[in-house]
């Protein structure tokens, strides 16, 4: 059965910003033809999925090594039996595919050319314990009119509050360059940077909640720089809009199982349950890999590994990079610790209910999804027994939290949202505890390694990568691993994947006019700052 329809549009498969910036693939022949090169690829997320899925279609000899037994990293699943009996899949939580992921779509389109494993999601509402509600679905999509539209149609961010802020500080948000805003803005808190401009206080959570709290850490301690290129991407710099997509189905059956077939029939090796334990340069200008016990050659290899892998990997690999790029590797930290909970409930929730709500001012509760809204597996459980299914995040907990206290409290933040959970039996329940996002702390940014690490043939990709383009996050992952394996493809004479981004500063000439006056006037326009935030 396929899950009933919510949300009647297909969604786009491809830019529909005309602005959408196009980097074209570094030139040369079409494949790798004698003898092809034989690349490691150690990590199974979406980061590795990508750099794997580029270099076995131009004919490098690839093994994917996965530390876990399940590939997808943070979207990873497994099977579980229910307490009822049925079969179902725990993942690692809910996501959303923003429209502006153009890299990340490319890789599904791989396997799913329509891109019909994705729905639309018909609205993104943000609800505050106090009662305001903000929503993006009648907001326009492309700037200025999305902030405009914004303001017009939000109670928690009033034409008032545009008013009391400070127009000139906040000018240069509308002209955002990646490739320069942490030279301008990362020594500086995301929280500091809003009180600079004025922020509204009420509208507070719709920046912390949306931008901020997606990158897992406290407002105080993440870098306004990744804060600001968040805006950027996904409200004022791109006319792709806030709404997004989601998988129909689990992770698993949606994305890996088929990314993954693909990857085996073009002749890759993909090994699940195999830690890459050291890496070594070899005096021939490949590596020894150790990995599930053997050691093995390859010519090339891209670490798409989460931080503690990363930081574990160079660790034990003590002759890998130089003693700069191992210092800044061990600084790199994860954010704190998160709990994604996953309830079936023997009665569903009142049909107005939204596939995903983000809240704020419940405690540490910071969105619920219901999934039997979108989602075929829960679909077909709830249509059987009745009940439903929600998921519940909180980010950014302490880490001394105690796990089935937090539970219970997000239980209880539930009850609030949903009152007619209240009455609800909870027939089974799981619970996900990770700490395996990177920080972006204050201040970090130069630690954060590059695509190129300064040795051949020794190429990284994750989403804790600085690639000096408008992405993050997932996105941020699939284009870090399609430039790794550019890297790799250009050395080699072959011809590279086309890259897509959101326009990397202002959307228009006038915007950017703008922006730079207002640089001047706050005089952050120096010889030694760069032009643009
Ligand atoms: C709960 C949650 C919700 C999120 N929501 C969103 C969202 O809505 N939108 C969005 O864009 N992003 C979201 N994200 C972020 C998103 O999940 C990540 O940006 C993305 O998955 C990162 O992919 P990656 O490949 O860089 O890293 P990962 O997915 O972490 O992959 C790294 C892989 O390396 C493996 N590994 C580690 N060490 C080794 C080793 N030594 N050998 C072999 N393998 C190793 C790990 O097991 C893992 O599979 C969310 C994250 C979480 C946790």
Known sequence: MRVPPYGSRRVPVGPRDRRARFLPPPPGRARLT????????????????????????????????????????????RPVRLADGSRATMSRGFHAFFRQYYNLRA?????????????????YPLRHSSGLCDSFRRVPRTPPWSAAGFVALSPSFGA????????????????????HIHRALDDTSAHDFLGSIRFPRAARHLA??????????????????????????????????????????????????????RLEALGARVETGTPAERVEPLPDGG???????????????????????????VARSPRLGDTAWRERVGRLRTAPPFLVSRLWLDRPVRPERPGFLGTSGYGSLDNVSVLDRWEGEAARWAARSGG????????????????????????????RVYPETRAARVLDARHEWRADCPAFPVGGHPDRPTVRTGVPGLVVAGDLVATGLPVALMERAATSGFAAANVLLHRWGVRGEPL???PDGGRSRALRALARWGRGRTGKESTTAPARI
Request: no cysteine; proline share 7%; net charge negative.
């Open 160 to 179: 008032r509050d545009l008013l009391r802020m400070d127009p000139v500080a906040a000018l240069p948000l509308l002209d955002v360059s990646a490739a």
């Open 208 to 261: 912390f909640e949306v931008f901020s709290r997606s990158f897992f850490a406290d407002p105080r301690e993440l870098s306004a720089a990744e804060m600001v290129l968040m805006f950027h991407i996904y409200f004022l710099g791109s006319s792709e809009g806030l709404l997004f997509d989601v998988p129909d189905e689990p992770f698993p059956a949606a994305l890996w199982d088929p990314l993954a077939g």
């Open 388 to 415: 439903s299914v929600v998921e519940l995040h909180a980010y950014a907990l302490p880490e001394d939290t105690e796990p089935s206290a937090e539970q219970e409290l997000l239980l209880g933040q539930l009850h």
């Open 107 to 123: 890789l599904l389109r791989r396997v799913d050319p329509g891109l019909g494993m994705l729905r639309p999601l018909p609205d």
């Open 287 to 313: 590596f020894g890999v150790v990995a599930g016990g053997a050691d093995r050659r390859f010519d090339a290899v891209v670490l798409a590994l989460d931080t503690d892998g990363l930081r574990g990997l």
């Open 500 to 502: 897509f981004t959101v």
């Open 34 to 77: 004698d003898d092809p090169p034989a690349v490691a690829v150690a990590g199974g997320g979406i980061a590795g999925f990508a750099a794997a899925t580029v270099l076995a279609e131009r004919g490098a000899r690839v093994t994917l090594l996965e530390r876990e037994t399940s590939l997808g990293g943070r979207l990873a699943g």
